[in-house]
């Protein structure tokens, strides 16, 4: 999901050639997920129309303190409605205004009223934005808080090359979006995640497994890279995907595998929430053949798979490390017993006794047991779940 999915974006449009650019800025913001409205200056819809910006956004375009109807176009509404205001491209004028406090129009009464984070991405000849008083008032805004997403440098309209021209809209939106993510909890950290069953191969076609579905695994993992970190998910088979530019998805059969797997990424974890239902045995042989039944009775050897959660617990540093439990009877003693074998930070215990909770459920019911703290929740969607237990880190890791 995009940290701009939802976001409200004001974007202010001022009167240089750059403005056409914003046709492409408001597709982007759009594609992203945000919901966009588009205010212009007089002069900005020489370079590029109303109603352009109006279709692409999806909603009407102001310019002016009255509409045709006269009726007032409220800029308190529109700075209160605003998550972000972007004004692109900011020519030397609007931002000599925006220094003054200037309230001219209706861009920029808007500005003096937002009380959101401002991104100004300048636009303008190579000469004027040289100048002596564009740089101070570029310093001055941004020793003020706002957000400069400096010009590029090329060929300029006036026929001169240099810096100037405004950043290109996908810049700009990455820009935007680095930003946004930067000041995300868990921006810069890294998650391991375990998801799924594994599988143990009895022979080529039969396995010993369980009914785990990864659902709640990927759920936590969605939500990890929703609160900005670098995740990487070893899962077993399921039949879940996802695709996220933070996302490393590891998909492994055996438990075996998946311990490699967790052990290779493990130093560099900062969270550790181990979701996977790992097969305790594995038979002894595995038959190169598919197994007759030519015999009455089949007795297959098992051996015990690593733990991996346990080593883990053994080997942890800097770690915040979470484990599941899935009991039947004794849950809350047995969870706490897991918590302190494993030497877990925290154990999450979901309870077969539930009614939506357990396997292959879009639903779950959980505890969140530490070593001091007990707390019992709702049923809820995994989703919801997962970010129950995200604020539940949160509130542990500050607390240490
Ligand atoms: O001991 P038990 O299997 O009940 O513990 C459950 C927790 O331990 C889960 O978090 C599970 O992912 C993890 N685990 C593991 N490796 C195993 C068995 C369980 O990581 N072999």
Redesign the pocket.
Known sequence: MSVLKGKHILLGVTGGIAAYKAAFLVRLFVKEGADVKVIMTKDAEEFVTPLTLSTLSKNPVVSSFTDKEKNWNNHVELAEWADLFVIAPATANTLAKMVQGKSDNLLVTTYLSAKCPVYVAPAMDLDMYQHSTTERNLRHLSESKHLIIEPESGELASGLTGKGRMAEPENIVQYIKNQLSSQLPLWGKTVLI?AGP?YEAIDPVRFIGNHSSGKMGFALAQIALDFGAQVHLITGPTALDMSHEHLTMQRVVS?EQ??QG?LEVYSKADIV????????YRPKHQFNQKIKKTEDHLTLELV?????????GEQKKQQFL??????TNNEVE?AKQ?LL??NLDM??LNSLQDKGAGFKKDTNRISIITKTDFSRFDTKSKDKVAFDIFQSIFEHINAR
Request: no cysteine; hydrophobic share 50%.
């Open positions: 375990t594994t438990a998946m311990y967790a929430i181990a979701a996977a239902a790992v097969s305790d015990k798979n690593p733990d991996i959660l346990k080593t883990l979470v484990g599941f439990a899935l009991e047995n897991k074998k494993k154990i999450v």
